[in-house]
């Protein structure tokens, strides 16, 4: 199976900066699309900034010119470096990988992966 790992939430003043990262760990062979999205307290889940492997990149409007999606294809790793933070990027932060191609014995078999989450509090 896929597990992925997220690390580098916090909390952090308004216009200040944090780094999400998401580790991808199992018998993996590709990922195709790795994601940020988020849900606030009482909101529906949004998708933040996703990146192909081909590191082909889409934003959500709000989050333009502040926020930055990587990815490190020989570590299986998403990154979202967080800039000119806002209150209203307040959130739980939730990692995904789309169509996870992995090993399970002789099967390839492809999936789809969500992380735990990560709070993001920032204040104002």
């Known amino acids: 199976q896929v597990q992925l790992v997220e690390s580098g939430g916090g909390l952090v003043q308004a216009g200040g900066s944090l780094r999400l990262s998401c580790a991808a760990s199992?018998?993996?062979?590709?990922?195709?699309?790795m994601g940020w999205y988020r849900q606030g307290l009482g909101k529906q889940r949004e998708l933040v900034a996703s990146?192909?492997?081909?590191?082909?990149?889409n934003y959500l409007d709000s989050v333009k010119g502040r926020f930055t999606i990587s990815r490190d294809n020989a570590k299986n790793t998403v990154y979202l470096q967080m800039n000119s933070l806002k209150p209203e990027d307040t959130a739980v932060y939730i990692c995904n990988a789309n169509r996870v191609l992995f090993t399970a014995g002789t099967r390839y078999i492809y999936n789809d992966y969500w992380g735990q989450g990560t709070q993001v509090t920032v204040s104002s």
């Open positions: 199992g018998s993996i062979v590709s990922i195709d699309t």
């Open positions: 990146i192909t492997s081909g590191h082909s990149t």
